[in-house]
């Protein structure tokens, strides 16, 4: 029988955090837990799982391990496998309010027309101490405009349509780190969004949080996630099917950009020479290379 709604839990190392986690799902208010689903997805995890399970053997934890290491990989495989038509995020880091379930169950029955619903959060420390509080937009337009520019919606605090996240090709690897931002992109043309104005998620930082310790390559995805929606309103190829990965395309974004301020500051073929050294420097292939310098000269 179907889940009223599945709670998928990616679990990377040791997971400090998780036992808090579950405990916040196992006070969840207003909602038979018995129908909750809880997808634990072990991604090169080193933690005690079953203590976990002994400890919450009232709860319906179904643990699955990712033969193909990364938090990509692991959110697909919970989407394919997960039995309810609608799933709930949370990082095994991160906590619930007591009616966070409810509430954001209770919306999406009420609005069919609604693929994902988010809320507030509040950011805490590593000693779930409250650091500040997040506020974003609430209705779809706004969510709309300010996704143009910066994600607004919280992984961990969201609950969406799975079909509608299936039917979009799911979570993309070369969008590392950025991978929900890259999907909310992608759906928000497909479905609405809402965000409920209530803090019903805690959201942990701390020393080893992946925003943390991959700032820089979150940065890039980041980049690489809005170009590709520019591209894709153009009904041009994205950068996933231009590109090995986002760093690729940093890199060659980089050496375009080094191209055109040696063109601009000199005749082409110093422009040639000088941009040349550096990109062999900078540890561009030379097909990259060739290719670049092509592109630049048939535009001058």
């Not at 799975?162 to 039917?167: A, G, T």
């Not at 994205?238 to 395309?249: A, F, Q, T």
Request: glycine share 2%; charged share 25%.
């Amino acid at each position: 029988m179907d889940s009223l709604v599945t709670i998928l839990i990616p679990v990377h190392g040791d997971a400090p955090f998780l036992e808090e986690s579950l405990r916040s799902i196992a006070i969840q208010q207003n909602i038979d837990l018995s129908q909750v689903e809880i997808l634990l997805i072990l991604d090169r995890s080193s933690a005690k799982i079953e203590l976990f399970l002994s400890k919450f053997a009232d709860l319906n934890i179904l643990v699955v391990e990712s033969e193909i290491p990364g938090l990509v990989s692991a959110l697909n495989l919970g989407l394919h496998i997960s039995s309810s038509h609608l799933i709930a995020r949370l990082d095994s880091d991160d906590t619930m309010s007591p009616e966070r379930l409810f509430k954001q169950l209770n919306y999406l029955n009420e609005n069919p027309d609604i693929g994902l619903v988010a809320s507030y959060t509040a950011v805490t420390d590593e000693y779930s101490i409250i650091q500040r509080l997040s506020m974003e937009p609430i209705s779809h337009n706004e969510i709309e405009k300010t996704l143009n520019f910066r994600c607004c919606i919280a992984h961990p605090a969201v609950m969406f349509r799975k079909s509608i996240v299936l039917e979009a090709g799911g979570y993309r690897d070369f969008y590392k780190h950025a991978e929900d931002y890259d999907l909310w992109l992608r759906i928000i043309s497909k479905t609405k969004f809402h965000t409920i104005p209530e803090f019903l998620t805690y959201y942990r930082t701390h020393p080893n949080q992946v925003s943390i310790k991959y700032y820089k390559q979150q940065q890039i995805s980041t980049a690489a996630a809005q170009y590709s929606m520019r591209l894709r309103k153009k009904n041009r190829p994205e950068l996933n099917e231009l590109y090995r990965d986002s760093e690729s395309w940093q890199k060659s974004l980089r050496f375009r950009n080094l191209l055109l301020k040696l063109f601009e500051n000199g005749s082409h073929e110093a422009g040639i020479r000088n941009s040349t050294k550096v990109a062999l420097k900078l540890n561009f292939s030379k097909k990259t290379i060739v290719n670049e310098i092509l592109k630049k000269v048939r535009n001058v």
